[in-house]
Structures are given as structure tokens and as C-alpha cells.
């Protein structure tokens, strides 16, 4: 059976990834699934979405644990505990990810034993089609999935969206498809995992002191200040001073992240670096103050990020 993890943000297409890599496997004739998992957070958050692809019945279920294939469609995730991107890697996991980095850089890095591969850039306008871009690199390197499947994949998942959005998906993965294509077949089949495998963790002993107050350790938002979640955004709100009216109790308190601070002056002030581009301000702004901008025009524009 094939056991494929895809990682990515909220919003990069990860679903559709799945969805389009798991609609391949069952033209082929495979049994399939495939689903996303992702909590109740925004776009933004990172989430994964997982293919198994098998000849026979599947009676194997829930998250992945030993995943033959690994994708990540952001380089920023794995350096996230909490993406799990690299949960279960093993010596036959083959890892692919989206990157400006070489691959041998992230096999060392991350001191990965199965092969690594990186995807093939992206122009600016093809970004919001990187799920298209994960499943093409992707379908290349298994060996029961051809060109053709794969076109015809991506023509059924998308097709609901318009055939503007078919053509731009296709010409995108079928681009991933052909960078990786000399690779094909390096991912194999793994093995049946049995719940006898299984080996229980070793017993840790956590020292325990004394506390004096029980207290949460948690006390403000937006505290994993290192977390850039800022780093994946299309749009960029922008505040017209002009038409602020300083009602800041209002942004700031509805921004989800705690990314609108506020000056002495009541000022609001977005950290870039920590805005998700969920555009929650903008709605509630009553003067509509905030206006949102696509990234590659702010930063034409000299907008810092
Ligand atoms: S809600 Fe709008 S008008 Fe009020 S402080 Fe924020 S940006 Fe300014
Ligand atoms: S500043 Fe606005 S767009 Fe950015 S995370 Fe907060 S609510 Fe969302």
C-alpha cells in the first residue's frame, strides 16, 4: 500500500492535492483514500491531508504513521514542531519539498535517510496553484501513475471551478510532473503495519517541582513570536490613515493572531510578520480604513513586508 502525507498552510492547496493525487491512483484501478485533517483554524495554520492507494481492500485507518512519501508545499513548516511534517519518516521515506533551497541541503538538515527532492519554482501568479504543483510532483515519482492520469485528475477535481482554473492547474502540475519524471518509480509500496509492530515508548521519568501558584504558563496572544505566520499571505491589509477613525479596540481585538498593536497616539500598527492575511480587520473596520492588497503589489508599491 502507498502511504502519501501532504503538508502545507491552509489555503495551498493541500485538499486538492490530495484529492487530485487519490482520483490518479483510482483511475489506475487502485482502492483509495484520501482526506484532509486540519482543526478550526484559519488559512495560514499549517494542515496535511493524506492518500493511501492500495490493490487490494483498505481496511487500514486514520492519520498516516509511516508515510512512503512525504510533501511539503512550504519550506517553513518543517522547522514548526507542531506540523509533524516529519512524523514517522523512516529510511524508504522519499521526501519532496517546495523549495528555493538544494535538496541535498534538506536531506542534511533534516538528516533524512530516503531520498529528497525539491519541486520546481513557481512565478508569482502560479503560487495559489501549488497544490496543482504538489500532486504533479507527486504523481512523477510513483511508478503506476502516468501523464495522462494525472491530467485526467486534475481535469475531474477541478473542473467545478471553470475551465479557466482546469487549464491553469494542468499546465502547472503537468510542469511539476516533467521536472520530477526522470525520478519516477522511486517511491515504493510500504509494508502492512500491524498493530504487533507496535513498540511502546520508553518509560520517562519528568522531574516535578514544587509549585507554589497554579497558574497557566500561557498569558497574552500571539506568544510563539518565532512562528512566522505572516511568512504565507496572497493579500496584505493596508490601513488608510486618512479614513482611520483610532477605534483601535475594534481591529485589534477581532485580529485572530494579536497582529494589530496600537501606539500611544491609538494608532493601529499591523505586524506583517505575524499577519495571516485572513482579512477579519478589513470586515470589521466600520470605516473601512483597511483595504486589501495582493502581495506582489504592496511590495511594487515600496510597501515593506
Ligand atoms: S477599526 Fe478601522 S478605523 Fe478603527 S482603528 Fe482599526 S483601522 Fe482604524
Ligand atoms: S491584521 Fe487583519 S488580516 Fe492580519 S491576521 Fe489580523 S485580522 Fe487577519
Same mark, same amino acid.
Given at each position: 500500500m %502507498? $502511504?502519501?502525507r501532504f503538508h502545507g498552510r491552509g489555503g495551498q492547496g493541500m485538499k486538492t492535492a490530495g484529492r487530485i493525487l487519490g482520483t490518479a491512483f483510482f483511475l489506475a484501478g487502485f482502492e483509495v483514500q484520501d482526506a484532509p485533517r486540519y482543526g478550526a483554524e484559519r488559512r495560514g495554520a499549517p494542515i496535511f491531508a493524506y492518500v493511501r492507494a492500495s490493490r487490494n481492500p483498505i481496511f487500514e485507518r486514520g492519520i498516516i504513521s509511516r508515510p512512503d512519501l512525504i510533501i511539503v508545499a512550504d519550506d517553513h513548516l518543517p522547522a514548526m514542531p507542531g506540523s509533524g511534517v516529519l512524523a514517522g519518516?523512516? *529510511?524508504? !521515506? #522519499?521526501?519532496?519539498i517546495y523549495s528555493n533551497e538544494e535538496a541535498s541541503l534538506w536531506q542534511e538538515r533534516l538528516n533524512l535517510q530516503g531520498s529528497v527532492f525539491t519541486l520546481p519554482?513557481?512565478?508569482e501568479n502560479e503560487l495559489r496553484f501549488r497544490g496543482a504543483a504538489c500532486a504533479?510532483? &507527486? =504523481?512523477?515519482?510513483? =511508478?503506476?501513475?502516468?501523464?495522462?492520469l494525472l491530467a485526467e485528475a486534475v481535469r475531474e477535481e477541478i473542473d467545478p471551478l471553470g475551465s479557466e482554473? #482546469?487549464?491553469d492547474n494542468l499546465e502547472v502540475a503537468l510542469a511539476a510532473y516533467a521536472?520530477?519524471? #526522470?525520478?519516477?518509480?522511486? #517511491?515504493? *509500496?510500504?509494508?502492512?503495519?500491524?498493530?504487533?509492530? %507496535?513498540?511502546?515508548?520508553?518509560?520517562? @521519568?519528568?522531574?516535578?517541582?514544587?509549585?507554589?501558584? +497554579?497558574?497557566?504558563?500561557?498569558? &497574552?496572544?500571539? !506568544?510563539? *513570536?518565532? +512562528?512566522?505566520t505572516g511568512l504565507w499571505r496572497s493579500e496584505r491589509p493596508l490601513i488608510d490613515e486618512s $479614513?482611520? @477613525?483610532? /477605534?483601535?479596540?475594534?481591529?485589534?481585538?477581532?485580529?485572530p493572531d494579536g497582529a494589530i498593536q496600537v501606539d500611544e497616539e491609538r494608532r493601529p500598527h499591523i505586524d506583517y510578520g505575524? /499577519? @495571516?492575511? /485572513?482579512?477579519? /480587520?478589513?470586515?470589521?473596520?466600520? !470605516?473601512? &480604513?483597511? !483595504?486589501a492588497v495582493p502581495e506582489e503589489e504592496a511590495a511594487a508599491q515600496g510597501e515593506k513586508p
Open positions: %502507498y $502511504r502519501i519518516a523512516g *529510511e524508504q !521515506t #522519499v521526501f519532496l519554482p513557481l512565478a504533479g510532483g &507527486a =504523481a512523477a515519482l510513483l =511508478a503506476e501513475l502516468d501523464v495522462e482554473l #482546469v487549464a521536472a520530477l519524471a #526522470v525520478n519516477r518509480g522511486t #517511491v515504493h *509500496e510500504g509494508g502492512p503495519v500491524s498493530a504487533i509492530d %507496535y513498540a511502546s515508548p520508553d518509560w520517562l @521519568k519528568l522531574p516535578c517541582e514544587e509549585t507554589l501558584l +497554579s497558574a497557566p504558563a500561557i498569558h &497574552a496572544p500571539a !506568544t510563539s *513570536e518565532m +512562528s512566522q $479614513r482611520c @477613525k483610532r /477605534c483601535w479596540w475594534i481591529c485589534s481585538t477581532f485580529c505575524h /499577519c @495571516k492575511g /485572513c482579512m477579519v /480587520c478589513l470586515n470589521q473596520c466600520p !470605516t473601512h &480604513a483597511i !483595504t
